[in-house]
């Protein structure tokens, strides 16, 4: 009967991903909306910069950016259970999450071995277990191990591989060491990915601003398709050392508007909140929940002063900006 229920647990499980799988490109009506205000309002407007934007547009960029946040916590918690409940499971190559509704369910991914021996069959993706991460409750639920481990669904393999797409061509961009990274993986609606790529903090009392990536790949999850910069110089953030109720601050030196990696960021970072984006011509506040405020023109752009709360500027980030993100709803992230 043991064995029995346990089957019973890892059919569930499995089925479970799979069913998640298949339903990824399915859109909530709520997201959808916010996607399609993305994809148009951040459309080259041509000599028209300075007008005050829509808010139809900050709204979209900060659902993205709490998407992105999401996807970060959930694979955060995921990694905390499977170091406290994945005895016995091998070492994931990837982690995958999927949401529906405020649901997230993470895959533990292993890649196929590279040297497969004489005779035997070609060995695919496997599915080592799966765990659950609630946003409303902010829990992660029971590691769900799969044993013996399973082969992927397909639009789980394919997520995996444009992520290892995405972070190859970063990596090979990148001068210097190679910095971690977080990052998160999104299917558009036209089925292909979009990849944020955020570097973790090296200083844990400083954040990092303007070092991040957007990266599009093909929806067969093979083809790079562009790599940007989401800002054109870097700035660290410093979490504390500032009076109370004054916010932070970081300069984009080009572009209009904050990016959903600017939100992700302070939801990540509670003690960045309220933080302050200054653009070439308009000022906006990130709040704590990641809504964005337009607060005004940007009569200047000044440094700030040595030693005041702010961005230090960092290298800058070669190649132009990102024109921003496409819409969509669901991803991954590793």
């Known amino acids: 009967m043991q064995g029995l229920s346990q089957g019973a647990r890892r059919a569930g499980a499995a089925g479970r991903i799979a069913r998640l799988a298949s339903g ?3 859109r909530s009506g709520r997201l959808l909306g916010v996607g399609l205000a993305l994809a148009f309002s951040l459309a080259p407007r041509g000599g028209r910069a300075e007008e005050r934007p829509a808010d139809e547009t900050l709204r979209a960029i900060a659902e993205r950016g709490r ?50 021996a004489p005779g035997m069959p070609r060995r695919g993706t496997l599915l080592l277990g799966a765990a659950d991460y609630s946003e409303s409750t902010g ?4 590691l769900r191990s799969m044993v013996p481990p399973q082969t992927a669904p397909a ?39 979009t990849i944020y790529l955020i570097p973790k903090p090296e200083d844990p009392s400083r954040v990092p601003f303007g070092t991040d990536l957007v990266i599009r790949v093909a929806a067969n999850g093979r083809q790079l398709q562009t790599l940007d910069p989401l800002h054109t110089e870097g700035a660290e953030v410093p979490l504390a050392g500032r009076a109370a109720g004054r916010p932070t601050l ?40 990641g809504t964005i405020t337009y607060l005004g023109p940007n009569q200047t752009t000044p440094a700030p002063p040595a030693g005041a709360p702010g961005a230090t500027p960092a290298p800058a980030a070669p190649g132009p900006p990102a024109s921003g993100p496409a819409p969509s709803r669901r991803g991954g992230v590793r």
């Open 67 to 116: 998407l992105i946040a999401g996807y970060v916590q959930a694979v955060s918690k995921a990694r905390d259970l499977l170091a406290k409940q994945g005895v016995g499971i091998a070492p994931p190559d990837s982690l995958v999450a999927t949401l529906d509704h405020d649901l997230w369910t993470i895959a533990f991914l292993r890649d196929p071995p590279r040297d497969e």
């Open 24 to 26: 990824l490109c399915r």
């Open 139 to 142: 829990e992660a639920g029971t």
């Open 250 to 289: 970081h300069i984009h030196k080009s572009g209009d508007l904050p990016t959903p990696t600017d939100v992700a960021l302070v939801l990540l970072h509670a003690g960045l909140a309220p933080h302050l984006v200054l653009t070439p011509h308009f000022i906006f506040r990130i709040d704590a929940e």
């Open 155 to 193: 639009t789980l393999v394919s997520y995996g591989r444009a992520l290892k797409v995405a972070e190859t061509a970063a990596a090979d961009r990148a001068t210097g060491t190679p910095k971690e990274h977080d990052a998160s993986i999104v299917r558009e609606r036209d089925g292909s990915f």
